[in-house]
């Protein structure tokens, strides 16, 4: 039997902010058999992730590009890989059968040719909607989780502030830290986020970052003893005012910095002299190179869940064809929670 599947490619590269335009829906016949020996599996995606990096894998040249796996070059035309989940509908390879459902490296399509050797897991979804494998108990979640416990290394106590934070990765590091023990500020970029993050997701308080005049003052009301712990999803002049804002030993963990994603010329430029003297951290880190932490990550969150503790937060579109909005919502603040596009019913 063979089928026709549906992908998102971009047209050309994409150099500044992501545009309807940039993109378009591709079709090509997929044989839904497979030689035993082949060791490739096909895949009917279900639901696949949507997130801010692909954007760096989009451009002309990136240096993220050459430093990460699953950052390379994403080359016009041709499907773009993404975490998702699905179900096997073909397999030459004998640790899957037909009807399993996965989790992996998918594509921005309706199916994925698995290669051998591509990422691909048997998933069991312990009673949860197959959603929440792409989001709060996957990529997004451990990123969460091991920023925040690993790079900041957090006290009970310490005052953390996290930007971005209704999305994905941000309300999570917000909920972990609360549930740590620690005094959580978050910044978003809208009244509705700011309102949500305090009455459902009770965060210690919050504000709108683009009605701040001035961020470092701001930070100053938000944090009169100042910040133990920065959580940046955005850099830019927020990392800036977070660490003039910084306590002596303060940690900045930088997750990311969609700010700079779309727009060459910013840069944070953290007064260096405020790192030296108050002693700050500021790291970079990869979710990537903490898997040896998912089976902690995945075992307390799934605790949390379920005694909710953790509330989940996602933002689902529907339909293949839905991906480039989907994507391009991320860049102008429209999501809230993990962004991602069910592409069919299990
Ligand atoms: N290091 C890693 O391994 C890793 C893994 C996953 C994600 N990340 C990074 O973590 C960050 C968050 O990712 P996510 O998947 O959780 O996305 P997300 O926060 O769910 O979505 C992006 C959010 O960023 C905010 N934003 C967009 N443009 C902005 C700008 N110019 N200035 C300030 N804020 C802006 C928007 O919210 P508001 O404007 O409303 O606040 C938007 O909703 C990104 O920088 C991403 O690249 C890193």
């Known amino acids: 039997m063979e089928v026709i599947n549906r992908y998102i490619a971009i047209k050309t590269h994409v150099d500044g902010a992501p545009e309807e335009s940039d993109f378009e829906l591709k079709t ?57 989940v699905g179900k096997v509908v073909a397999s030459g390879n004998p640790e899957f059968e037909k009807g399993d459902i996965v989790g992996g490296l998918v594509s921005w399509g309706e199916y994925s ?18 959603s929440y494998h792409v989001g709060v108990l996957a990529f997004s979640g451990l990123t969460a989780y091991a920023g925040f416990f690993e790079i900041c290394k957090p006290k009970k106590g310490e005052k953390v502030f996290v930007s971005a934070a209704s999305g994905s990765v ?24 700011v309102a949500f993050l305090k009455e459902k997701l009770g965060f210690d308080d919050a504000f709108n970052y683009k009605e701040a005049k001035d961020l470092k003052s701001t930070l100053k009301r938000y944090f009169p003893d100042g910040i133990d712990i920065y959580f940046d999803n955005v850099g830019g002049e927020m990392q800036e005012a977070a660490v003039d804002n910084m306590n002596i030993n303060g940690r900045v963990a930088v997750c990311g910095v969609i700010s700079e994603y779309t727009d060459d010329e910013k840069r944070a430029a953290p007064s260096m002299m405020d790192v030296i003297y108050k002693r700050i951290k500021i790291q970079g880190f990869l979710a990537g190179d903490y898997l040896n932490k998912f089976a902690d990550f995945f075992t307390t969150t799934c605790d949390h869940l379920r005694t909710g503790d953790i509330k989940p937060l996602e933002d689902i579109s529907e339909g293949v064809e839905s991906i480039p909005s989907a994507f391009i919502s991320l860049f102008r603040g429209q999501n809230v929670g993990k962004k991602m596009v069910k592409i069919a019913e299990e």
């Open 28 to 84: 090509s016949p997929i044989a839904l058999s497979l030689a035993p020996a082949s060791n490739e599996v096909i895949v009917k995606n279900l639901y696949v992730s949507i997130d801010p990096y692909q954007i760096n894998r989009m451009k002309s040249y990136s240096s993220s590009q050459k430093n990460s796996e699953f950052a390379v070059g994403i080359v016009p035309g041709e499907a773009i890989d993404t975490y998702g």
């Open 113 to 130: 040719v698995i290669k051998p050797g591509g990422m691909l897991n048997k998933l069991n979804p312990m009673g949860f909607p197959l």
């Open 170 to 193: 941000g309300n999570l590091v917000g909920q972990y830290a609360k549930l740590f023990g620690c005094y959580v500020v978050g910044c978003a970029g809208s009244q509705d986020k």
